[in-house]
């Protein structure tokens, strides 16, 4: 499951929902957004990720879903 925020996460919730569908993007808040502007950031697996851009972030949920 990759859970992001509208909010602050940093990142186009529709690309997330058309790349690993719709069903698999939990969007809340994550109580994380102190401090972090400039980065993309959400939980992949319950799993923490913080990244510099977009594609930086795509890659990483890529490579833990692959685990």
Same mark, same amino acid.
């Given at each position: ?16 929902? @058309? ?17 972090? @502007? ?11 990720? @913080? ?14 879903? @692959?685990?």
């Amino acid at each position: 499951m990759i859970l992001v925020c509208p909010s602050c996460s940093g990142i186009d919730i529709e690309i997330l929902e @058309e790349k690993f569908g719709k069903e698999n993007i939990d969007t809340c808040c994550l109580g994380e957004c102190g401090g972090i @502007e400039g980065s993309v950031i959400g939980y992949i697996n319950q799993k923490f990720i @913080e990244e510099d851009s977009e594609e930086n972030f795509i890659k990483k949920i890529e490579e833990n879903l @692959e685990q």
